[in-house]
């Protein structure tokens, strides 16, 4: 393949993966901006920030859909671990903000 060839692709490949980075964060700004709405109703509910069975059954999903696409479920449950630790820890925030308490002991 020619140099000039190579690079061509490259920089389409790469417009791609940028492409794909920006809609990612769109996609999680969006994630973050429902879960924040899920954590002001869980605060004015005092119901607990962390909700294991639920997180349970989104991993599983998850490990699923990764599988479907041929993506490694473990880097797939990873991701979604770090995501569920920040919407707790958002959780928690909204849930001092109104006053239910110690958060973190409402996780547990």
């Known amino acids: 393949m020619e140099p000039d060839t190579a690079r ?30 899920v954590g002001v109703l869980k605060a004015r509910n005092d119901l607990p920030p962390a909700d294991p069975a639920r997180e349970k059954q989104q991993i599983e999903r998850l490990r ?32 001092e903000q109104h006053g239910n308490g110690d958060g973190a002991k409402a996780a547990t």
């Open 64 to 95: 699923r859909l990764a599988d479907e696409a041929n993506l490694d479920p473990d880097f797939a449950e990873k991701f979604l671990n770090f995501i569920i630790r920040e919407v707790i820890r958002h959780h928690e925030a909204i849930a």
């Open 8 to 37: 061509a692709q490259l920089m389409e490949l790469r417009a791609s993966i940028d492409n794909i980075d920006a809609a990612l964060i769109h996609m999680l700004a969006e994630r973050f901006r429902c879960t924040k709405a």
